[in-house]
């Protein structure tokens, strides 16, 4: 079965196609354009010029697919309905629309969170590989540029949601503490970056840590630009200054992160560990989660696959199709800004 992968959720524009069998899949192509640059001078996404990027970027994409692919052998074309931006999500859908039709071929609607999850599930490689299976219950947490979330797995098919965040998303507090330290868009590797050289931390609070698995991030962020307020007041914001601010906030979210993740382990006992989304590219918080559990089994995507990419959609198109989950015409095509 041949899939092309269509995603535009938010700030990247992705097309991969894959090939797959009995749990076997190889990837054939995989194309990327990111936006960073556009949005970097506004220090976030800007919905409507993510739109107008993927707009120009997709034919772009799809033409280098098409270069060596004959489009009329796909099977299915998986793209990602949401949750993400809107402008962007209906970019993609009038693009996915109109190769639908051309194409003749039906639609699998793909969620986006379950894109990253399942993204520890293979390599970025070319040739065949197996697709991995893993052992239930799985914990998972999304922590990403939209989302921060823990669930509780007892299978693919079966799920709980323990929390999510009830104001930022962890990457978004990155970004922000990003901006404030004038590093650019994205902030989580920027910030990752800066830490490595730091010398001092500075206690910053952990709001609602006591309370349940819920997360939150924006008093967090208020009272770090607070402090950076203060540090101005007497000197200048110098590269060592800027390092170990980065390291502090950087320390401070993902040491929220592993005490929601501690806590769930203690109380439910999952055999497995899934840490996706684009916050888990992080070095340093895949050292801290294994350190605090050596002993369990944790899967993160690799690097590449960790933000948003094709490949993801068209992998989860994969698994929902295996699963008779339904596929649809293009004219009943409709993108969700969060997934009802
Ligand atoms: N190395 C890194 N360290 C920390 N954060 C990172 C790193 N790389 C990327 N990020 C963060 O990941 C986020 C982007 O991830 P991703 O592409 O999964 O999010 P999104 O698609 O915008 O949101 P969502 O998936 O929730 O809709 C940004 O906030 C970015 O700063
Ligand atoms: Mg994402």
Redesign the pocket.
């Known amino acids: 079965m041949i899939i092309l992968g269509i995603e535009t ?4 524009t992705g097309i991969s196609l894959i090939e797959c069998e009995n749990n076997r899949l190889r990837i054939l192509k995989n194309e990327l354009a990111s936006q960073y640059k556009v949005h970097n001078k506004f220090g976030g ?1 800007v919905p409507i010029l993510a739109a107008r990027e993927h707009t120009k970027n997709l034919p772009i994409l799809l033409k280098k697919i098409n270069q060596d692919f004959n489009l009329e052998k796909i099977d299915y074309l998986a793209f990602s309905v949401g ?2 931006l809107l402008p962007a999500l209906i970019a993609g859908k009038e693009f996915v629309i109109k190769l639908a039709e051309k194409l003749n071929k039906k639609i699998i609607p793909v969620d ?2 379950s894109a ?1 999850w399942y993204s520890v599930l293979i390599k970025n490689k070319s040739g065949w590989q197996k697709i991995k299976q893993i052992d239930f219950p799985t914990l998972i947490l ?1 922590v ?4 921060t979330n823990l669930y509780l797995f007892e299978n693919w098919g079966k799920r709980k949601k323990l929390g999510q965040t009830l104001d930022d ?1 962890a ?2 507090s ?2 922000k503490a ?1 901006r404030i330290l004038n590093l650019g868009y ?4 920027q ?2 970056k800066m830490s490595k050289l730091a010398k001092k931390y500075y206690m910053l609070p952990k709001p609602i840590l006591n309370k349940g698995y819920n997360f939150s991030f924006s008093g967090l962020k208020t009272a770090f630009s607070e402090l950076v307020k203060e540090i101005k007041k007497y000197q200048k914001l110098n590269q060592q200054t800027v390092a170990d601010l980065s390291f502090s906030f950087q320390k401070t979210v993902f040491e929220i992160l592993i005490y929601k993740i501690k806590k769930a382990v203690s109380e439910f006992s999952p055999k497995t560990i899934i840490v996706a ?3 888990s ?3 340093t ?1 895949r050292k801290m989660i294994k350190n605090v559990l050596p002993n369990f089994k944790i899967y993160f995507p690799e690097k590449t696959l ?3 990419n094709g490949v993801n959609i068209a992998l989860a198109g994969y698994l929902l199709v295996k699963n008779k989950r339904k596929v649809i015409g293009a004219s009943k095509l409709d993108v969700y800004q969060r997934l009802p």
Do not use: F, M, R
């Not at 959720?9 to 990247?12: L, R, V």
């Not at 990403?144 to 989302?147: R, W």
């Not at 994205?186 to 590797?189: D, K, S, T």
């Open positions: 959720t938010c700030d990247e996404v949750p993400g986006h969170l990253h999304i990403s540029g939209g989302h998303a990457g978004e990155l970004d990003a994205p902030g989580g590797p910030i990752e989304g684009g916050v590219a992080n070095q918080l960790a933000t948003d």
